[in-house]
């Protein structure tokens, strides 16, 4: 049995396998075949592979040096299904962002400095850049540290993610339909793009609080349905045509917040309901939540600026920082930051599934 060598790393509120391009086949095809092996899809318990059997821990990064000047790596993020044999570029992952400067630092594609590193990394998908800083004491990637983040147990080091050219990074436009608002099925929403296409709506227009638990909401068919709609109607509004099979956009609920926060949200990820909220994801609901007349614009608790806009999800809170320049005829983003975390959970060998064709489980 051939292995292939990979690293298994969380980053942030996700886990994927990490691995360098060089060790993958350069024909797309053959590399996503290989890959669906290795993570045992398609199976909704991935047994018989890396897979966790969720969307959040069925992702991969391909890291290679960058092949144009402004970064030091590429970073192509790749979603794989759990039950279907899909394999999506269509989006970014903020989450595992948060594990490539390490990453690309463990296995010598960038020179680590010392206390910390900077890591400039090319985001395949949309050719945005992101910077990526961590402690790296004596020029080795520090994992252990007191920061905190919603959805993970214990304490990590902080990895700060700054980002630039998000804006309408898969939709071209960081309002895709060119309005703060449309109607969709009835529903007002606010579609919007800044490093994830996202469909925001309050919860209380599809007759629910915004405050169910995830399981809750999973076990409804009928806000299923309605989300399908919803998101499959935008995605055509929104440029990206039938999305029927894609993972974008994202459908953000919002509802008045109850922890202290800025506003409560429920996300679904196209349709699973997310435990928590993704890092672009999060970053793009508070650049609409930013704009007047978007939305939950009027259900937000808006910080004051400059400060942190906290995002409250199903287990917790997600701080991030947007700055938008709305005195133009369109809005803009400045700027766009938020801290995570990362960690090395294996380092090694991985051994595929054998057989070229993805099959089906017993």
Do not use: W
């Amino acid at each position: 049995m051939t292995g292939l060598r990979c690293m298994l790393m969380r980053g942030g509120t996700s886990k994927g396998a990490y691995f360098l391009a060089e060790d993958l086949p350069s024909d797309p095809a053959e590399r996503d075949d290989l890959l669906l092996r290795v993570m045992g899809t398609p199976d909704p318990r991935q047994i018989d592979g890396l897979g966790g059997a969720h969307p959040l821990t069925s992702k991969v990064a391909v890291v290679s040096r960058s092949s144009g000047s402004g970064a030091d790596v590429d970073y192509l993020f790749l979603q794989l299904g759990v039950d279907e044999p899909t394999v999506s570029d269509r989006q970014n992952c903020g989450n595992l962002l948060a594990g490539v400067g390490p990453f690309a630092v463990e296995r010598g594609l960038v020179t680590a400095g010392d206390p910390e590193t900077g890591v400039r990394v090319r985001m395949v998908n949309s050719g945005s850049i992101a910077t990526a800083t961590f402690p790296t004491p004596s020029g080795n990637v520090e994992y252990a540290g007191d920061t905190a983040i919603s959805g993970v147990p214990g304490t990590a080091a902080p990895v700060v993610l700054d980002f630039a050219g998000t804006e309408g990074s898969s939709c071209g436009a960081l309002l895709p339909t060119g309005r703060v608002r449309d109607v969709i099925d009835g529903v007002e929403v606010t579609c919007v793009d800044n490093g994830m296409p996202v469909v925001v709506a309050a919860a209380t227009a599809l007759g629910i609080t915004g405050h169910e638990t995830p399981a809750e909401l999973a076990a409804d068919d009928r806000i299923r349905d309605r989300i399908q709609s919803l998101r499959l109607q935008a995605g055509t509004l929104m440029g990206l045509g039938d999305v029927t099979g894609a993972s974008v956009p994202k459908t953000t609920l919002v509802a008045p917040p109850r922890e202290g926060g800025m506003i409560a949200t429920r996300t679904f990820i196209p349709l699973r309901v997310h435990a928590s909220i993704g890092v672009l994801g999060a970053v793009t609901v508070a650049t609409a939540l930013l704009m007047d007349g978007a939305v939950g614009h009027d259900l937000a608790e808006l910080p004051a600026p400059g400060s942190p806009m906290s995002i409250e999800h199903p287990t917790g809170r997600l701080d991030v920082m947007v700055e938008l320049d709305d005195t133009a005829a369109h809005p803009t983003v400045r700027r766009s930051s938020i801290v995570r975390t990362a960690r090395k959970l294996f380092d090694g060998t991985v051994f595929p599934r054998p057989g070229g064709t993805h099959g089906t489980p017993a």
